[in-house]
């Protein structure tokens, strides 16, 4: 999943599905500072969206281990 929401974030972080969130604020604020809290590794700033960076996280996301990582931090 890609959000720019907590809307879109909160459901893949109980879920357990790979998630992207891209922060629509650049610098960051409430998507990157809840992604941040629970350990999300795939953070993307609003300010610096390059296609080679949102690529690698799509590759993570879909790999075994970007779903592994994201089951073992399910937020419950």
Sequence with gaps: MVTTRLHGLVPALRTGTPVIAVDPVSGGAKVGAQARAVGRPALVD??????????????????????????RHMVR
């Design 46 to 71: 609003a300010g610096a969206p390059s296609e080679e960076l949102l690529d690698h996280w799509w590759r993570w996301a879909l790999s075994r281990a970007g779903r592994t990582a994201a089951a």
